[in-house]
């Protein structure tokens, strides 16, 4: 019955991490109103405008721990982009201690947009303590996402998908 009970626990486990990035629209905070622009066809390229909507994914704190979080690219232009952040509660560990975060959004206008040497392009998010890069893949639906942070042991990096 315990190796039942165990294996049944690891299996939803493994469900819940997997499905969670499912969810992060309805975990993370946006503002009321919240209005995605289309991007200019004469000014924007096409592979930059692919940038614009909402990005989906999470970030992982300890193996068992994450969360979720949404990049909103509301407004993108040639060379600029204003992009809000968006993240659920991140509550400490009773035995580990660690942080404990309420959820909220932040706009950055102003972002940075470059294009990288492999041809796809990067918006820079600079908030006061932390720099989130979003880098696009081959996959349009698939960003990738890094979060350098001053405390971190390692810069983490993490697919966001766009949400449907």
């Given at each position: 019955m315990r190796k039942f009970s165990f294996s049944l626990a690891v299996i939803l486990s493994v469900i819940l991490v997997a499905a969670a990035?499912?969810?992060?629209?309805?975990?993370?905070?946006?503002?009321?109103?919240?209005?995605?622009?289309?991007?200019?066809?004469?000014?924007?390229p096409e592979k930059v405008a692919e940038f614009s909507g909402i990005w989906e994914g999470h970030w992982t704190y300890l193996p068992v721990r994450m969360q979720l979080a949404a990049?909103?690219?509301?407004?993108?232009?040639?060379?600029?982009?204003?992009?809000?952040?968006?993240?659920?509660?991140?509550?400490?560990?009773?035995?580990?201690?660690g942080m404990t975060k309420s959820p909220g959004w932040k706009r950055f206008p102003g972002c940075p947009v470059e294009k990288a040497a492999d041809g796809n392009y990067i918006i820079t998010v600079k908030s006061q303590d932390t720099i989130y890069i979003l880098k696009q893949t081959d996959k349009k639906d698939t960003i990738m996402v890094t979060q350098k942070a001053p405390g971190m042991r390692k810069d983490q990096t993490a697919p966001f998908s766009r949400k449907k």
């Amino acid at each position: 019955m315990r190796k039942f009970s165990f294996s049944l626990a690891v299996i939803l486990s493994v469900i819940l991490v997997a499905a969670a990035p499912l969810f992060a629209a309805d975990s993370t905070p946006f503002p009321e109103g919240l209005k995605i622009v289309p991007p200019d066809k004469k000014e924007v390229p096409e592979k930059v405008a692919e940038f614009s909507g909402i990005w989906e994914g999470h970030w992982t704190y300890l193996p068992v721990r994450m969360q979720l979080a949404a990049f909103a690219i509301e407004k993108i232009g040639k060379d600029r982009a204003l992009v809000l952040y968006s993240w659920e509660p991140l509550e400490s560990d009773p035995v580990r201690g660690g942080m404990t975060k309420s959820p909220g959004w932040k706009r950055f206008p102003g972002c940075p947009v470059e294009k990288a040497a492999d041809g796809n392009y990067i918006i820079t998010v600079k908030s006061q303590d932390t720099i989130y890069i979003l880098k696009q893949t081959d996959k349009k639906d698939t960003i990738m996402v890094t979060q350098k942070a001053p405390g971190m042991r390692k810069d983490q990096t993490a697919p966001f998908s766009r949400k449907k």
